[in-house]
């Protein structure tokens, strides 16, 4: 059952993963606008329901686990909807499990050290799963696009120079599988948001005071880059898209469509993990029959040895009780047919 849902959901995400080695160019290789022709928008909710609920399922046994940790790397450009997939996605899972960790321009301390540590800081620990809002892949993104951010990084001068992107695809990708090999798993996540769609959501946080505060000038502004964005992507998605750490591309214009893929790859992710809640040996269970006895024992004078437990059994005998009324109901129906039977039979014949 498990194995077949898990083989569902790896269906409905494989075209969004970035294979392994391929040459990705976003405009020519990933829409958008693509939502599956099977899912309605009027379903949404519950399928993402559905998703969250196997979220919630699953963390909990990742928590309880305690052997692998869970990394979310999520980028996009501005209004790509970043912040509000984590607001939905996360929604039903414990937030003692889940830590999310946004990344803006780099303070003069995370300056004055190499490019990933502040990354490195914000790691998620065995049984947790850590959101990176924005990630390491800035390094490869702005700053690429603007390069007086990688002068701002101060590297002595045989780090810089041309070289100093494939180089960066190539720590990056030791790092994860660094990672990777030592019990996280890393799920990449591009939320590819079509520049027309982006002129629309800016146009919304103009318009609506509540979304004010979301916006910059700074922001519009950018769109001058989009291009130069859409190359670093591309060049990104194609040096950094591993089987240890891949990349999957989100179409983002439909919030509600973005949102379902990205919780199916995480439910996907899980699964593949499968973490089991720890198993209780034999001489655990002795001790914890033990430690029963004990508390039992201290039960107040009118008080019921193990309350919970008297009500637990109160119920099942409740329920058994329904259940054999039921089954008398069931019984008297099969009877009076019988006797109806009988009786037709008894009946003398003219
Ligand atoms: P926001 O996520 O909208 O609050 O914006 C955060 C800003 O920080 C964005 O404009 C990012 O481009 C910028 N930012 C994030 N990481 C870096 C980095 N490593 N270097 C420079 N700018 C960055
Ligand atoms: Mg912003």
Redesign the pocket.
């Known amino acids: 059952m498990a194995d077949d849902r898990a083989k569902l959901l790896a269906k409905f995400i494989e075209p969004l993963r970035v294979e392994p080695g391929s040459k990705v160019k976003l405009a020519r290789d990933f829409d958008p606008g693509y939502k599956a022709s099977f899912l309605k928008k009027k379903d949404a909710a519950t399928v993402l329901e559905a998703g969250v609920a196997v979220l919630a399922e699953y963390q909990a046994r990742l928590a309880a686990q305690d052997t692998w940790g869970v990394l979310v790397c999520l980028q996009a450009l ?1 209004a790509g909807g ?1 912040d509000g997939t984590i607001r939905h996605v996360m929604s039903g899972v414990n937030p003692q499990g889940v830590r999310v960790s ?5 303070s003069a301390e995370e300056l004055d050290h190499d ?1 990933l540590w502040r990354y490195a800081q914000r790691l998620p620990g065995r049984g947790e799963i850590g959101i990176f ?2 990630s390491h892949y ?2 490869v ?3 690429r696009v ?1 390069p007086e ?1 990688l002068d ?1 990084q101060k590297l002595p001068a045989p780090a810089r120079g041309k070289a100093v992107w494939d180089r960066r695809y190539r720590e990056i990708n030791d790092w994860e599988r660094h990672l990777a090999d030592n019990g996280f798993k890393i799920v990449k996540l591009f939320l590819n948001l079509s520049k027309e769609e982006q002129r629309i959501r800016f146009l919304r946080r103009v318009d609506l005071p509540e979304k004010n505060w ?1 916006f910059s000038a ?2 519009a502004r ?1 769109r001058k880059y989009w291009d130069d964005y859409q190359a670093a992507f591309s060049d990104m998605l194609s040096h950094t898209s591993t089987g240890w750490a891949p990349w999957y591309v989100i179409p983002a214009d439909h919030k509600w469509f973005a949102r379902i893929c990205v919780s199916t790859v995480l439910a996907h992710t899980l699964m593949q993990i499968d973490p089991r809640y720890p198993v209780v040996d034999k001489a655990r269970r002795e001790d914890l029959a033990e430690t029963r006895a004990l508390l039992e024992a201290e039960a107040p004078k009118g008080a019921a040895p193990d309350p919970a437990r008297a009500e637990l059994a109160a119920k099942a005998r409740q329920e058994q009780a329904a259940e054999e009324s039921k089954q008398a109901r069931k019984q008297r129906k099969r009877m009076r047919k019988i006797g109806a039977k009988l009786a037709e039979a008894e009946r003398p014949k003219r």
């Open positions: 501005d970043k946004g990344f803006k321009v780099p490019y809002n924005r800035e390094e993104l702005v700053v603007h951010l701002r979301k700074a922001d950018e």
